[in-house]
């Protein structure tokens, strides 16, 4: 059943919305931005960005539904397998998103504590560290409020669970920054 589940989840992550709508217009967004809600933002404009969004999202979410229905012990590998699928879609030759949306619809169903907690923190530290500490350090915002999100929420999910979810999607979505910042090039 596990095998059945991380599969399932894998071929809903492979639905990548950014990639689905583009096509259903003729073109395929890949070839000028990323297929997640940014790059369709800025393609598509911002209802096609929230419709793919809200789609990557809920791929999470039913992923880590399905998973807690039949192998409640082991929502990580759904989580894993929809945030693998998103990033490496078995239907797109491999070439998907970054993993964000589909790790946020599973985390709000695996560790909704801790996935509100970093957000909180990492959305209240970015207008802080910019008033502040970015004129001196001149670092973006975005790996700041990362990199003290990240351990919180390490923290967090531990004491209130869903660790292995976050460290599985994480992990997956780690693996595909770097290839994306070392293998692929995105066409100007
Ligand atoms: O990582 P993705 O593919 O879910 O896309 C994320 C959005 O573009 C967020 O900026």
Do not use: E
């Not at 989580?79 to 998103?86: I, Q």
């Amino acid at each position: 059943m596990l095998a059945l589940v991380a599969l399932a989840s894998y071929l809903l992550g492979s639905l990548v919305a950014g990639v689905l709508y583009s096509r259903a217009l003729g073109a395929d967004i890949r070839d000028r931005d990323l297929p997640g809600g940014s790059g369709t933002y800025r393609q598509h404009g911002l209802a096609a960005a929230l419709g793919v969004t809200a789609f990557d999202v809920l791929k999470g979410v039913a992923a880590v539904l399905l998973a807690r229905w039949f192998t409640p012990d082991f929502t990580w590998v759904a989580t894993l397998g929809v945030v693998l699928g998103h990033c490496y879609p078995v239907f797109f030759r491999f070439a998907g998103g970054g993993g964000v949306a589909p790790l946020l619809g599973a985390l709000l169903v695996a560790a909704p504590v801790t996935l509100v907690g970093m957000l909180a923190v990492g959305l209240a530290l970015i207008p802080l560290y910019r008033a502040t500490l970015q004129p001196r350090l001149g670092l973006n915002a975005v790996p700041f409020a990362t990199a003290v999100a990240v351990p919180l929420g390490v923290l967090l999910a531990t004491r209130y669970g869903g660790l292995p979810d976050l460290l599985a999607g994480g992990a997956v979505m780690a693996v595909r920054a770097l290839h994306l910042l070392t293998v692929q090039k995105r066409p100007a």
